[in-house]
């Protein structure tokens, strides 16, 4: 299986690698980045927006640091080559407000990326329809990672509005004259390590998630769980 991560950053890197100074926004940041940011900057400056000042004091990566709410933080317009945001907008009662923001912040020939759960797959919709308290057990008791829910630590609250649905995402990017340049589906790391421990079931299970799509049209999808898309503002 290839590396999700490492293919979108062949991707963006093909797209403005040759760029000596990027102006590159990691919105939602966080205390980190899933994507190689360092290398991607070259010459360029990392901002990097949260609503967490905690979260931002844990995050290295990041030259200059906004402490604000991307539902109302209004960037200066054109202001970034690259905008990435990585599994925040599920976290976003607004989440299309979000969006806008950052359209309004992307500069001719500029790339926004976004990777988000797939709000069409049967983990989104676990996702969305359980409670908080369920996902930091999980966390907790199934992902090693004790300090879940605390001292602002994910998970955090989801709502996982339809609005970012992959669809419904395309279908924003268009009316906001974005070019839609690239798009992949995976399976969390998660999920396919529970999968395999299913041992002679796996076969069953993948027919079913073959099934579940046939059935459903392609709306829903049981091992596709994370979706990446990239849209691109045209030249001027």
């Known amino acids: 299986m290839s590396d999700p991560a490492a293919s979108l950053k062949r991707f963006v890197l093909e797209r403005l690698g040759a760029r000596p100074a990027l102006r590159v926004l990691e919105a939602g940041c966080g205390s980190g980045s899933w994507f190689d940011l360092p290398a ?9 927006i949260d609503i967490s000042a905690k979260q931002l004091e844990r995050n290295t990566i990041i030259d200059e640091a906004i402490e604000g709410d991307l539902m109302a933080h209004r960037f200066a317009p054109d202001s970034f080559d690259l905008i990435i945001s990585i599994d ?30 797939n709000a069409a797959s049967v983990k989104g919709l676990f996702t969305k329809f359980t409670p908080h308290g369920l996902h930091v057990w999980v966390y907790r008791r199934f992902r090693g990672r004790p300090n879940a829910g605390k001292d602002d630590v994910g998970p955090f609250k989801t709502f996982m509005r339809m609005s970012i649905r992959p669809r419904a995402l395309r279908r924003w990017a268009r009316q906001r004259g ?22 002679p079931l796996d076969p069953l299970a993948r027919l079913g998630d073959r099934a579940l799509e046939a059935v459903t049209g ?8 994370e979706y990446i898309v990239v849209f691109r503002r045209a030249g001027v």
């Open 178 to 199: 974005l070019e839609h340049a690239y798009e992949d589906y995976y399976e969390a790391a998660f999920q396919r390590r529970i999968r395999r421990k299913l041992g």
């Open 40 to 48: 991607m900057r070259g010459e360029g400056k990392i901002v990097g």
């Open 88 to 117: 925040v907008l599920e976290h976003l009662d607004r989440p299309t407000a979000a969006l806008d923001n950052l359209a309004d912040a992307l500069a001719p020939e500029g790339l926004l990326v976004l990777k988000i759960p």
């Open 218 to 225: 392609g709306r829903l999808s049981l091992a596709r769980t």
